[in-house]
C-alpha cells in the first residue's frame, strides 16, 4: 500500500531539497524481458503493488513489414508474412493468400480448401499448445511446457514434412499450396491425432484443477463482451467474455462449413476462461482435422489460372507459354485489378485482416495489417488496471501476444 | 506513311473524303482509305499488336490486330483493311479475343524457350501478349531450328530463332531513318532478317531496329547477357555529343550503364501524345551506342599536380589550396588581364554560368571563350546583331512541318543524324522541297528533291547567287518590300553587279538551278533556312551567316509563320555557353559586356565588381588568348572540357604559348593534350554523372541527370568552381546545381521556359544594313590553285575528341583515313589502302587513303576527330576579323603518292549500292 | 468435504507431480545436439547449392537472373557472360552470390528457376564467426552442389520440380555459332 504522507513529515524548510516521495512508483518493465514475448516494454504506474496505470510502448520489432509490402510482388511477400506472428506462420500466410485471392477474385479447388483447412487447424493446435506452455511458465508452472512443446514438436516436425521448414513455412501460394499432402503426412497427422486426447488430459491434470493456476487465472483481466467489442478485441479474448464471434462461423472460408464443429465460449471474462477456450478449441481443431482428413476431396491442389499460379515446373520446360507465364509471374508478379480490398482470418490469436490497396500493378500499393496483437494491446490498460503487479505478466499471456506481429 | 500527320493540310486543290464509321457503337470519323487501326485507336481502344508502330506504314504480318467488321465473313486485320464509310466494326467480343489468342499461339509455337537467355525477356511484347490476352494449354511447339545468332556486324546481332517476322525493323529503317540497311532474305528455307543479300550489316547504327524489336531477336551486343530489363534503373538525360538535344534514358545496373534507351520503342508504338511535327524519339549511334566512355579506364580519377615535371596524384584539398593561392598571386601581382578561362561545349548550363561568374567575380577577368568560337560564334553574332537573337527561331516541329527547307554546308545526316530526320519526315510525310547545297554527295542530298553541289570554297558565292536571284526574278516576299522599301533597294543595287555568269560558274551550278532554290524559298510558306559548318566554319563565315540572313529577309523567313532559321552548332551545350555569357562579347542571356547598366546589375546581384571593358575588346577570345600567351601576357589560364593543343592545327604554335603561362589548370574526364601540358589536371564527371541543364541548337533547355556516381574522386564542373572559389577565398556558396539553376532563372529570367526576347530588326534595318552591304555582295572569285584542298570533317559515328575514348565507337569507327575522290585517286593512282604523302608549308605526313565516291575532285577530307595521324598540324590557324572565329578546318595541301608503304586491303563486300571497307592493318 | 480433503493433502498437485514423475520412465525425445542429429525429410530447405547436369557434368545455370527478381529479401545477385563452349555459345553466370545473411530460405529461387539449377540441400550448419564467408560464390555453390548432389535431387523430386528422371535436359541453352565468320572469343565482359 502507499505510505501516507502526513504533514509532519514533509520537509521543513522549504529552500532545503524536498525529500522525494510519491505515491506512485513508475516502472519500467521490459523490453529485454523474457517474458514480454518479444520486446515489448510496459510502462507501469504503481500504487503500491497494484497497477493503476500501464502504458504498451510498442515498436521495438518494427521492421517496415507493411512499407516492404510496396516494393516486392504478391508472392514474394508471402515469406515476410511468415515473419509477423513468427510462431504461427502458417495462419498467417493462410490469412494472406485469402486477401489477395479476394482481392483478384479467384477460387481455389476444394481439395486445396480441405489441405488449406487442416494445416490451419494444426497451425491453431501448435499455437494454442504454445501459448499453454508459455503461459504455464510465466506463471510458474514449468512441466507444462516440457509436455506442449514435446507435442508441438511433433507437429513442427510434420511441418518440415509438408513444406521443408517448421517455423517459416510459406507454403500458401495465392491460388493454391505450394506442395500436395504426402502419405507420410497424413499417416503421421492421424496417428498425432488419436493420442492427442490423451495429451490434452495430461495438460488438464497438470492444470486444471491447480490452485496456483486457479488462483493467477481467475478474476484475473476481467473484460465484459462491451468492453471487448469495444475494444476490438478478437479471438479467444473476445470469446472469453461470451461473445460469439468466430469468423470461422460468422463468414465461412476454407472448409470450416463443411465440417461439425463448435466455438466454445467462455462465460466470465477472465483469464481463465481464455485458457479454457484455448483448450476447448485444440479439441475442436483436432475434430475439424479429423473430418477434412476423412473428407478429403481427390483434385488439384492448385488453382488452374495461369495468369496467376505459376505452371508447373515439368511443363516450364517444354511449353512456350509455360515458360512465358514462369517469367512473367517471378519478375513481375501477376497484375491485380484496381481496388482495394479487407479480408479478415480467424487467426488463434483473433482477427488477422490484411488490408490492400492495389492500382493495377505487381504490387500492392499499400498493405495495412490488422494484427490482433496489436489491437488487443490497446486494451492492456484497461484490463491490466487494479490488479496486482505480478499480474501484468499473465495479462500479457492471456492474449497470447507476439511481437513480431504487434510491431510488425 | 501512317496517317498521324493528317492534320496538316494536304496540297491546295485536294479535299479529304471522310468515312465515318461506327466502332464499338461510337461514331467516328475519318479520312476514308485510311487505316482501320487508327481509326479504332482514336476512340481510344489499343487493339493488341506486334507489328503496329504509329510512325510508318502498316504492315500486317502478326495478325493480331483482328476486329469484327459487320457483313465480312472472316476477320479483319485493322492496320492494313481500309476505313470505309458505314463500316461497322467490333473489337471486343468472346471471339475477337479467341481469334487473338490463336494468332498469338501461332507465334508461340514456333518460338523457342529462350527466355532464360534472352536479354528482351521482362520488356517484350510476346510475353505481354501471352499474358495480357491469357494465352495457355497451347499445342505442343516444334523443335528449335537452330539457326546460328549472326553476330557479324559490330554492334547488334540477329537471333532470328526469336524472330517473329512482323517487320518492325525493317519499316523503321526504310521508312523512317531513309536508310533501308535491312532486309527479309531467304537461307535453308528460313526467313531471316539482316543486311541485303545476307551480308554482314554496316550502317548508320542507328539502333532503332534493336528497340522496336519486340522480342529478342535483334541484340545490342554492347550490353548482351549483362542484364535483364527488370534489374535496371532507369534515368532520363540529354545527350552529350551533338547539339540535336535527345533526350536518352540511361538504364543503370550497380552504378554502370548497361544500355541506353530512346523514347522509340515497341513500347510506343501506339504513338498517342504524338504530334505532326514530332519526332519519332530515336536516337543515333553516339547516344545509343557511345556510353561507354563513361567506364573507360583512361579516365582520370585523381587530381593531379605537375611535381618535378611529372604529373602526381594529389589530394583535391591540396590542389585546390594550391591552385587558389597561385590564381591570387597572379591576380595580384599582374591584374585579372593575365587570366583566363576557356569552357567546352559539353558542359552543363549551370558549370559555365558558375564558370563565368568565378572568372569575372573573383578572378577579375573577362578572357572567357568557349567551343562557339570554333564556329557557332559567327552565326551567334551575326544573328545577334541583326536579329538581336543570337540563336535559332524556329524549333524541330517547325522543321518538320516545313515546306521548303534550303540546307547550306552540313553534312547533317553525319554530324546532326536526329534533326536530319526531321528534315527526312518533312520529305516523306509532308512533301517538302528539300534543296541541299553542299560540296560533296552527302546522304542528304542524294534525298534532297533539288540537289545543289556547289564547286569547293563557292558557298559565299552561291549565297550571293541565291540573292541575287531573288532580286532578279522579284518574288522577294512583299510585305517585306513594301516595309523596308530602303533596304530593299539597298540589295537591289549592292547586288546588281554581280554577274550572274561569274555565279554560275564560281559555284559550278547552272544559273537556273540557284534560281529554282532562291524562288522555292521565297515563295515559301513555312520555308526553314538551315546551315552548319560548312557555312561557319568555313572562311568568311561570318559574312556568309550575313548572307543567310539577307535571304531571309528577302523570303520573308521572319515574318512568316512556321518558318524560321536554324544554325546548326557541333557540340552538345555550345548555344547554351554562349546564351551563359562564356564568351567576352556577352553575359549571361546574351547581353552585350559593353553595356554598362546591364554589367552593373550583374555586378550587384554577384555583390563584386565586373572587369571594365575597352571600347572595342571586352575581353580576349581564344586566338587572343593564344595571342597574348605568346607575347608572355597571360600567366594563368583555366581550361575546362577544353583541348586547345588538340583542336586548333599547328599545335607546336599552342604549345610554345602553353609554355610560356605559369599556371595551367585543365579540368577533363580524360588526360587530354593540353592537360598533359598543364600544372594542374582535375579529373572532372561526365553527363552521365552531373546534374544540371542544357541547350540544343533549337533553343530547348533540356535536363541532364545524374545517373550514376561520379568515378572514384572526379567531381562535377559546378562542384569544383564552388570549391575553387571557397579556397580563393569568396565562396560562391552553391550547394548544388539546382541552386545555380535558380540563380539563372533570376538573372536571366525566363530562360528555362524559352520566354526570350524575340526577333527584332527594324533597328538594324534602318541603320548599320545599308553601309554593310557594299562589302557583302562585292563580287568573290573561286579561288584556283593547284593544290587539293584539304577539310577536317566531322563523322557520324564520332563527335568530337569525347567519342574517341569510347570503346565503343572506336570499336565501329576507328579508321583515320584521308578521303578522297575517285577523279582525284585515278589521277593519282592510288586505291583505298595506299599511303599519300600530304605536304604543306609546315611539314608533311603520310596518311592512309580511303577512295570514297561522293568527294568532288580537288577536295580531300580527314577526320576531324583523330589526332593521329596529326593531319591537322598540317594546316594554319585563320581567324575572322569580325566575329574572331577560328577556322581551323581547312587549309590548302599538295598530295604525293608514297608507294612505299601499303597497307593490306580486305576483299570488301558491296551492298545497298554502298562501298565498305574492312582495313586491317598489319 | 471431499473438496476440503481435496485441499488439505494438496490432491491435485499430487496429480501433476505423479504424472511428472511418470515420465522419468518415458523414452527419451530429446536429442544430444551436436552428437545425436534428427533425420530430415527430403523437403528440408537448407543451404542453396547450384547443380549440374549429370550426364556430362556441365553447369545447369544459365544466368537468367530469375532467382534474382523472385528473392524476396534480394540476397542473390548474379552476373553472366557468354563464352564458347565446344563449338557453342552459352550463356552462363560468371557471378552467382547468394548472401546467406540475407537469405530467408524460402525456396521460392528454385520453384522460378527455369533449368532446376538451384536446389535446397539439408545443411543447416555453416555459423561461423566471419560474416563474409556467409556470403556463398558460385564455387562454393558448386561444391555444395557436388558434395550433396542427392539431397539437392531429393529436393527437387520432393517438391515437384522435377521428376526422378532428369526431364530438364531436353533444352540446354545451347547455340550453334555463326559459322559463316572466323570465331573471335568474345571480350571479357567487366563486371
Known amino acids: 500500500m502507499a505510505v501516507e504522507v502526513t504533514p509532519e513529515e514533509k520537509p521543513k524548510e522549504e529552500n532545503s531539497l524536498p525529500l522525494l516521495r510519491k505515491e506512485e512508483l513508475l516502472l519500467n518493465l521490459g523490453p529485454q524481458h523474457p517474458s514480454t514475448h518479444g520486446v515489448l516494454k510496459v510502462i507501469v504506474t504503481l500504487e503500491g503493488e497494484k497497477v493503476v496505470k500501464s502504458e504498451p510502448v510498442l515498436g521495438f520489432l518494427h521492421r517496415g513489414v507493411e512499407k516492404l509490402a510496396e516494393s516486392v510482388t504478391y508472392n514474394q511477400f508471402i515469406p515476410h508474412t511468415d515473419r509477423l506472428d513468427y510462431v504461427c506462420a502458417m495462419y498467417n500466410n493462410f490469412a494472406y493468400v485469402r486477401a489477395v485471392e479476394k482481392l483478384l477474385d479467384i477460387t481455389v479447388p476444394w481439395r486445396t480448401e480441405y489441405l488449406r483447412t487442416i494445416v490451419a487447424e494444426v497451425q491453431r493446435i501448435i499455437g494454442h499448445l504454445f501459448w499453454l506452455g508459455t503461459q504455464a511458465l510465466d506463471i510458474g508452472a514449468m512441466t507444462v511446457f516440457f509436455f506442449t512443446f514435446r507435442d508441438r514438436e511433433d507437429l513442427l516436425d510434420l511441418f518440415t514434412e509438408l513444406c521443408g521448414a517448421r517455423l517459416t513455412t510459406s507454403w500458401y501460394r495465392v491460388g493454391g499450396v505450394e506442395r500436395d499432402f504426402t502419405q507420410k503426412f497424413v499417416d503421421d497427422l492421424s496417428k498425432f491425432l488419436v493420442t492427442f486426447d490423451e495429451k490434452i488430459d495430461e495438460y488438464d491434470t497438470l492444470l486444471i484443477n491447480n490452485r496456483i493456476w486457479l488462483a493467477r487465472t481467475k478474476n484475473i483481466a476481467v473484460i465484459s463482451g462491451e468492453d471487448a467489442v469495444a475494444f476490438g478485441l478478437s479471438g479467444p479474448t473476445l470469446r472469453g467474455s461470451g461473445v460469439d464471434y468466430d469468423l470461422r462461423k460468422v463468414s465461412p472460408y476454407g472448409a470450416y462449413d463443411h465440417v461439425e464443429w463448435t466455438v466454445p465460449l467462455g462465460t466470465k471474462g477472465d483469464t481463465y476462461d481464455r485458457y479454457w477456450i484455448r483448450m476447448e478449441e485444440m479439441k475442436e481443431s483436432a475434430k475439424i482435422i479429423k473430418q477434412c482428413l476423412a473428407q478429403l476431396p481427390s483434385g488439384p491442389f492448385k488453382a488452374d489460372i495461369p495468369q496467376v499460379v505459376a505452371p508447373p515446373k515439368e511443363q516450364v520446360f517444354t511449353d512456350m507459354d509455360s515458360m512465358i507465364y514462369q517469367f512473367k509471374l517471378y519478375t513481375q508478379g501477376f497484375k491485380a485489378p484496381k481496388g482495394d480490398i479487407y479480408c479478415g482470418t480467424e487467426a488463434h490469436k483473433g482477427e488477422l485482416g490484411f488490408y490492400i490497396v492495389s492500382q493495377g500493378e505487381g504490387k500492392p500499393y499499400r498493405l495495412k495489417i490488422r494484427a490482433p496483437s496489436f489491437v488487443h494491446m490497446g486494451a492492456f490498460d484497461f484490463m491490466a488496471k487494479g490488479y496486482m503487479i505480478a499480474d501484468i505478466i499473465t495479462i500479457f499471456g492471456t492474449y497470447d501476444i507476439v511481437m513480431g506481429e504487434c510491431d510488425r | 506513311m501512317s496517317t498521324v500527320g493528317k492534320s496538316v493540310p494536304v496540297a491546295e486543290g485536294e479535299e479529304l473524303k471522310m468515312a465515318t464509321l461506327t466502332i464499338d457503337g461510337q461514331e467516328v470519323v475519318v479520312e476514308e482509305g485510311s487505316s482501320l487501326f487508327n481509326a479504332v485507336k482514336s476512340i481510344g481502344v489499343k487493339l493488341p499488336a506486334m507489328c503496329y508502330h504509329y510512325s510508318f506504314s502498316p504492315f500486317g504480318s502478326c495478325g493480331i490486330c483482328l476486329v469484327e467488321v459487320e457483313g465480312k465473313k472472316n476477320n479483319v486485320r485493322a492496320c492494313t483493311a481500309k476505313s470505309l464509310d458505314g463500316m461497322v466494326v467490333h473489337t471486343d467480343t468472346e471471339e475477337m479475343t479467341d481469334a487473338r489468342k490463336k494468332a498469338v499461339e501461332k507465334h508461340l509455337l514456333t518460338h523457342p524457350l529462350d527466355c532464360p537467355v534472352c536479354d528482351a525477356d521482362g520488356q517484350c511484347e510476346l510475353q505481354d501478349m501471352t499474358y495480357d490476352l491469357g494465352v495457355y494449354d497451347i499445342k505442343k511447339g516444334k523443335a528449335r531450328k537452330d539457326i546460328p545468332e549472326d553476330n557479324r556486324s559490330l554492334v547488334l546481332g540477329f537471333n532470328m530463332e526469336r524472330c517473329i517476322r512482323c517487320g518492325l525493323c525493317i519499316n523503321v529503317c526504310k521508312e523512317v531513318q531513309l536508310v533501308d540497311a535491312l532486309c527479309f532474305y531467304k537461307e535453308n528455307k528460313n526467313t531471316l532478317v539482316g543486311a541485303h543479300g545476307g551480308g554482314t550489316l554496316f550502317c548508320e547504327f542507328c539502333g532503332d531496329c534493336l528497340t522496336v524489336c519486340p522480342v529478342g531477336a535483334i541484340v545490342n551486343k554492347f550490353s548482351k547477357y549483362s542484364y535483364k530489363p527488370w534489374q535496371t534503373k532507369k534515368t532520363r538525360t540529354t545527350c552529350n555529343y551533338c547539339s540535336d538535344g535527345c533526350q536518352l534514358t540511361l538504364e543503370t545496373k550497380d552504378q554502370t550503364i548497361v544500355q541506353v534507351a530512346s523514347d522509340l520503342s515497341w513500347e510506343t508504338k501506339f504513338g498517342l501524345d504524338v504530334g505532326p511535327g514530332d519526332g519519332h524519339g530515336g536516337i543515333c549511334v553516339r547516344g545509343r551506342f557511345g556510353y561507354r566512355y563513361v567506364e573507360s579506364k583512361k579516365r582520370l580519377s585523381h587530381a593531379l599536380m605537375k611535381v618535378d615535371g611529372q604529373l602526381t596524384e594529389v589530394p583535391w584539398y591540396k590542389a585546390l589550396v594550391l591552385m587558389a593561392k597561385q590564381l591570387n598571386d597572379i591576380k595580384k601581382n599582374y591584374g585579372g588581364k593575365a587570366i583566363a578561362g576557356l569552357i567546352g561545349g559539353r558542359c552543363t548550363n549551370e558549370a559555365v554560368f558558375l564558370f563565368q561568374r568565378l572568372m569575372r567575380s573573383i578572378l577579375d577577368s573577362n578572357n572567357i571563350d568557349t567551343s562557339a568560337r570554333y564556329g557557332h560564334m559567327n552565326s551567334v553574332l551575326a544573328m545577334q546583331q541583326a536579329l538581336g537573337v543570337g540563336r535559332s527561331t524556329t524549333s524541330y516541329e517547325q522543321i518538320a512541318l516545313s515546306d521548303v527547307i534550303l540546307l547550306v554546308g552540313s553534312n547533317i545526316t553525319e554530324t546532326n543524324p536526329i534533326a536530319a530526320l526531321r528534315l527526312k519526315k518533312a520529305k516523306t510525310d509532308f512533301n517538302a522541297k528539300i534543296i541541299v547545297a553542299e560540296r560533296w554527295k552527302t546522304k542528304m542530298m542524294a534525298l534532297a528533291t533539288h540537289p545543289l553541289q556547289l564547286a569547293c570554297d563557292s558557298e559565299a558565292i552561291f549565297l550571293q547567287g541565291l540573292v541575287k536571284a531573288i532580286i532578279t526574278t522579284k518574288c522577294a516576299y512583299k510585305p517585306f518590300v513594301e516595309k523596308y522599301l530602303e533596304a530593299y533597294k539597298a540589295i537591289e543595287s549592292a547586288v546588281s553587279d554581280l554577274s550572274e555568269e561569274d555565279i554560275s560558274e564560281g559555284c559550278g551550278l547552272p544559273w537556273e538551278k540557284i534560281v529554282e532554290a532562291a524562288e522555292s524559298l521565297a515563295q515559301s510558306k513555312r520555308g526553314t533556312l538551315i546551315w552548319g559548318e560548312g557555312v561557319v566554319s568555313q572562311q568568311g563565315g561570318y559574312e556568309n551567316v550575313q548572307r543567310l540572313i539577307d535571304l531571309a529577309f528577302l523570303s520573308g523567313l521572319y515574318e512568316k509563320e512556321g518558318a524560321g532559321l536554324q544554325p546548326i552548332c557541333e557540340e552538345a551545350n555550345e548555344q547554351g555557353a554562349v546564351d551563359m555569357g562564356a564568351v567576352p562579347e556577352f553575359l549571361p542571356g546574351q547581353i552585350s559586356y559593353q553595356n554598362e547598366a546591364e554589367r552593373q546589375r550583374f555586378a550587384s546581384a554577384w555583390h563584386s565588381t565586373l572587369p571594365t571593358p575597352e571600347e572595342h575588346q571586352s575581353g580576349l577570345s581564344l586566338p587572343e588568348m593564344i595571342e597574348a600567351a605568346h607575347r608572355g601576357e597571360i600567366k594563368a589560364l583555366y581550361i575546362v572540357g577544353e583541348n586547345p593543343v588538340g583542336s586548333l592545327p599547328a599545335s607546336f604554335k599552342v604549345k610554345e604559348a602553353f609554355e610560356k603561362i605559369d599556371l595551367i589548370i585543365c579540368q577533363d574526364p580524360f588526360l587530354t593534350e593540353s592537360g598533359v601540358l598543364s600544372d594542374f589536371v582535375l579529373p572532372a564527371a561526365t553527363f552521365a554523372e552531373n546534374e544540371g541543364s542544357m541547350t540544343n541548337m533549337a533553343g530547348v533547355v533540356h535536363r541532364v541527370s545524374e545517373a550514376i556516381e561520379p568515378k572514384v574522386e572526379a567531381k562535377p564542373d559546378w562542384k569544383v568552381f564552388s570549391d575553387l572559389s571557397r579556397a580563393l577565398g569568396h565562396s560562391l556558396q552553391f550547394r548544388s546545381s539546382e541552386e545555380i539553376y535558380q540563380e539563372i532563372n533570376k538573372i536571366v529570367p525566363g530562360y528555362f521556359r524559352q520566354k526570350l526576347p524575340s526577333v527584332q530588326y527594324d533597328s538594324y534595318l534602318k541603320k548599320d544594313f545599308v553601309a554593310e552591304l557594299p562589302a557583302r555582295y562585292r563580287a568573290l572569285s573561286a579561288k584556283k590553285t593547284g593544290d587539293y584542298a584539304l577539310r577536317l570533317e566531322q563523322g557520324l559515328y564520332h563527335s568530337g575528341k569525347l567519342s574517341t575514348h569510347d570503346e565503343g565507337l572506336m570499336a565501329i569507327d576507328d579508321k583515320a583515313l584521308l578521303s578522297i575522290g575517285e577523279a582525284d585517286a585515278e589521277v593519282l593512282a592510288i586505291s583505298s589502302g595506299g599511303q599519300l604523302r600530304l605536304k604543306t608549308d609546315l611539314g608533311d605526313l603520310d596518311v592512309a587513303v580511303e577512295v570514297k565516291a561522293e568527294l568532288p575532285s580537288g577536295v580531300v577530307s580527314f577526320p576531324i576527330h583523330f589526332n593521329h595521324p596529326a593531319v591537322k598540324d598540317l594546316l594554319e590557324v585563320t581567324t575572322d576579323k569580325m566575329s574572331r572565329v577560328v577556322y581551323t578546318r581547312q587549309g590548302d595541301v599538295s598530295l604525293e603518292l608514297d608507294p612505299a608503304q601499303a597497307l593490306k586491303v580486305l576483299p570488301h563486300e558491296t551492298h545497298g549500292g554502298e562501298k565498305k571497307l574492312d582495313i586491317e592493318q598489319n | ?191
Do not use: W
Not at chain 3, 174 to 188: G, I, L, T
Open chain 3, 1 to 191: 468435504m471431499k473438496k476440503f480433503f481435496h485441499n488439505v493433502f494438496f490432491r491435485e498437485i499430487l496429480k501433476g507431480l505423479k504424472l511428472t514423475f511418470s515420465h522419468y520412465f518415458v523414452k527419451d525425445i530429446t536429442l544430444q545436439y551436436p552428437h545425436e542429429k534428427t533425420s530430415l525429410p527430403d523437403t528440408f530447405r537448407g543451404a542453396l547449392c547450384l547443380l549440374r547436369y549429370d550426364e556430362n557434368e556441365t553447369e545447369r545455370c544459365v544466368g537468367c537472373d530469375l532467382c534474382e527478381a523472385a528473392c524476396p529479401s534480394g540476397c542473390i545477385s548474379v552476373v553472366s557472360a557468354e563464352k564458347l563452349e565446344s563449338g557453342d555459345v552459352v550463356r552462363y553466370a560468371t557471378d552467382f552470390d547468394i548472401d546467406i545473411t540475407k537469405c530467408v530460405f524460402c525456396g521460392f529461387c528454385v520453384e522460378a528457376c527455369p533449368v532446376n539449377a538451384l536446389a535446397m540441400t539439408k545443411s543447416y550448419e555453416y555459423s561461423t564467426n566471419n560474416k563474409r564467408s556467409l556470403i556463398f560464390d558460385k564455387a562454393k555453390l558448386y561444391e555444395i552442389g557436388d558434395h550433396r548432389h542427392v539431397e539437392a535431387k531429393g529436393y527437387l523430386v520432393a517438391h515437384d520440380q522435377e521428376g526422378e528422371e532428369e526431364t530438364v535436359s531436353e533444352y540446354r541453352y545451347r547455340f550453334p555459332y555463326y559459322q559463316k565468320q572466323e570465331p573471335v572469343p568474345e571480350p571479357e565482359k567487366s563486371t
